[in-house]
């Protein structure tokens, strides 16, 4: 190893970074570590990485949590996971990651560099179960419900392979059934490694004060094929269980939630079907401080094999029904959608629906709501999500959020990556309040975007919406408003696109104000083509833009406060050697921007 990095002006740190390593029980031949930080890191990350590591005293009882909150302070994300290494660390690390994200105010390039670092350390994290590396023993089991030697009744055993009895004081049972039928009542039922099959499993849990809890020994080895029903009066948690749901497209098993507090922690589901999950919500009870029906996910990773058409939907339900959907940190890959309510009206009382820090990997759709009815009592919320949406019916929509009839939709530190170019990122129709802020819309550069048809954001018939520090890039239009009462756009970026804010012919707008914002090489920065009743652009630039502001001759005068447009060298001299174009003095001044008619 001494010869290896002789002469090397890296070898100290090499040597630093090693004894990181040794301290967190990480990787530690010299030579992998070495080949590993000289093909990712270059000099100066190197000597950042020194310093960091000569910075932290660094105790084996902090690790790996402390390091990660290391890293993630010092931007050091190449390094970030190289510290994972169980399930408790991925945990820290995706939580410090997340929090990281919506809780500093990060540049549209770093928040880019954690949306890739959460990517890698989904798929490892998919690797890390598939191995079966998350094993639970009744043991450990044990220790995490009873961590203060409780007594140890109510723990039942399914062992296919075993006897049926009682030893060591555990009931053991042989069949899934039997053991669903003895836990009605809440306890723990843990499910030793084995494919169990059946047409329809029945969850009934009818004790609203005790939890039931259904633990797998490991989600690689243990698993469920067939249908699953769950109705509950208390809290339901299944944990570290592998769910094959369907044999073809066209199955109609699904896992349906009829009522209480279901949650799905540290699973996988392969969903080779039609709907993956049903939720039904429960009949309203004003007896309850917490919805009826409440379906919630953590550090989940849900397949669709290229086959399912939807993993959620939400069903009519009971009437007057209140329901709460609530995924975190999950990985969803190649399906059509993520969640789908069908087109028809509704008779909820109070649903919300949100997706926090999760990744949707080849979908089309990520989340659309479609009601009948105006008003539904319906709020959508995004937060820290990344869409990475590809195209399998070139027929139909593709969006990461479309939502009609509904009360909110609020998305926040999202990314929306397409692979095709005829999507809508944001489609609000008919919706009281509109919130995006921290989010980024962007088309793959390698695409041909001459008839691209793809917009950012898309509000028609909203109330009041608000679009604060976003970025939008690469598409025909960034922004485009139809009917809308209230519009505030603040410190937002509209770039390469052939219109950065668009108000269409057929518009009626009463309030837009744009402040603090850039647009930038498009053909025209700000059209409004509908009437406008007032239009305040303030403390903005336009930079490569042929028509900066344009505005309906019906509507108000336009308000330019602070305003400077700007052209680059090549655009300038593009724009003199064109016939019949006026370059005009090239300065960034305030008197140049006035509101052209249209």
């Given at each position: 190893s001494d010869n290896f990095t002789k002469s090397d002006n890296k070898v100290e740190v090499v040597r630093l970074y090693l004894n990181l390593m040794q301290k967190l029980n990480a990787e530690n031949d010299l030579g992998s570590v070495y080949q590993t930080l000289s093909e990712k890191a270059n000099d100066c990350q190197?000597?950042?990485?020194?310093?960091?590591?000569?910075?932290?005293?660094?105790?084996?009882?902090?690790?790996?949590?402390?390091?990660?909150?290391?890293?993630?302070?010092?931007?050091?994300?190449?390094?970030?996971?190289?510290?994972?290494?169980?399930?408790?660390?991925?945990?820290?690390?995706?939580?410090?990651?997340?929090?990281?994200?919506?809780?500093?105010?990060?540049?549209?390039d770093q928040k880019q560099d954690c949306d890739v670092t959460r990517n890698e350390l989904f798929l490892s994290y998919l690797d890390f179960l598939d191995d079966g590396k998350n094993s639970m023993t009744v043991d450990d089991v044990l220790k995490k419900n009873f961590p203060h030697g409780a007594p140890l009744g109510g723990v039942i055993i399914v062992d296919p392979n075993g006897e049926?009895?009682?030893?060591?004081?555990?009931?053991?049972?042989?069949?899934?059934?039997?053991?669903l039928q003895m836990c009605k009542n809440g306890g723990i039922l843990y499910l030793k490694s084995y494919e169990y099959k059946a047409e329809n499993f029945d969850v009934i849990h009818k004790n609203s004060s005790k939890t039931?809890?259904?633990i797998g020994e490991d989600c690689s080895n243990c698993s469920i094929s067939g249908a699953l029903r769950i109705q509950s009066m208390?809290?339901?948690t299944i944990q570290n269980i592998k769910f094959e749901i369907g044999d073809s497209p066209e199955s109609v098993e699904a896992i349906n939630v009829f009522s209480g507090k279901v949650s799905f922690e540290r699973c996988i589901f392969e969903c080779f079907v039609n709907t993956a999950f049903y939720v039904h919500p429960g009949s309203q009870n004003k007896t309850l401080t917490s919805p009826q029906t409440k379906l919630s996910m953590k550090e989940c990773i849900l397949e669709?094999?290229?086959?399912?058409?939807?993993?959620?939907?939400?069903?009519?339900?009971?009437?007057?029904?209140d329901l709460c959907l609530y995924i975190d940190t999950c990985y969803f890959n190649e399906a059509y959608s993520g969640l789908t309510v069908q087109k028809k009206p509704y008779t909820w009382h109070n649903v919300r629906v949100t997706f926090s820090n999760c990744y949707f990997n080849d979908l089309q759709d990520g989340v659309r709501i479609d009601c009948d009815n105006s008003n539904t009592a319906c709020d959508i919320y995004n937060i820290n999500c990344y869409f990475n949406l590809c195209l399998y019916?070139?027929?139909?929509?593709?969006?990461?959020?479309?939502?009609?009839?509904?009360?909110?939709?609020?998305?926040?530190?999202?990314?929306?990556?397409?692979?095709?170019?005829?999507?809508?990122?944001?489609?609000?129709?008919c919706v009281n309040n509109v919130n995006i802020s921290n989010s980024i819309v962007d088309t793959d550069?390698?695409?041909?975007?001459?008839?691209?048809?793809?917009?950012?954001v898309f509000l028609q018939n909203v109330d009041s919406a608000n679009i604060v520090k976003c970025k939008f890039s690469n598409s025909r239009l960034c922004l485009a408003s139809c009917g809308c009462n209230i519009l505030i756009v603040e410190g937002c970026q509209f770039m390469e696109s052939s219109v950065g804010l668009h108000i269409p012919q057929t518009s009626c707008i009463y309030d837009l104000k744009v402040n603090d914002s850039t647009f930038e090489s498009c053909f025209d920065g700000i059209l409004c083509e509908g009437i406008v009743e007032k239009i305040t652009v303030s403390n903005s630039c336009f930079v490569d833009v042929l028509n900066s502001i344009s505005n309906n001759k019906k509507s108000a005068s336009c308000t330019i406060e602070k305003c400077a447009k700007s052209q680059s060298e090549n655009v300038a001299a593009a724009l003199l050697s064109s016939e019949g174009l006026d370059n005009g003095d090239n300065e960034n001044c305030d008197s140049e921007i006035v509101s052209a008619p249209v």
């Open positions: 190197l000597l950042e990485l020194s310093e960091i590591i000569q910075k932290y005293d660094i105790s084996e009882n902090d690790c790996p949590k402390l390091v990660l909150q290391i890293f993630l302070e010092n931007q050091a994300l190449k390094q970030f996971s190289t510290v994972i290494k169980d399930l408790e660390s991925y945990s820290s690390g995706f939580n410090l990651l997340h929090d990281y994200t919506v809780k500093n105010d990060l540049s549209f049926k009895g009682v030893r060591s004081g555990f009931l053991y049972v042989t069949s899934l059934e039997a053991g039931l809890r259904i208390g809290e339901v669709g094999l290229g086959s399912c058409q939807r993993f959620f939907a939400i069903e009519e339900g009971g009437g007057n029904g019916d070139e027929d139909e929509p593709s969006n990461a959020v479309s939502c009609s009839n509904i009360k909110s939709i609020n998305a926040s530190h999202c990314t929306v990556q397409y692979n095709h170019t005829q999507g809508t990122a944001v489609h609000a129709n550069e390698s695409l041909d975007k001459k008839l691209s048809t793809t917009t950012c």
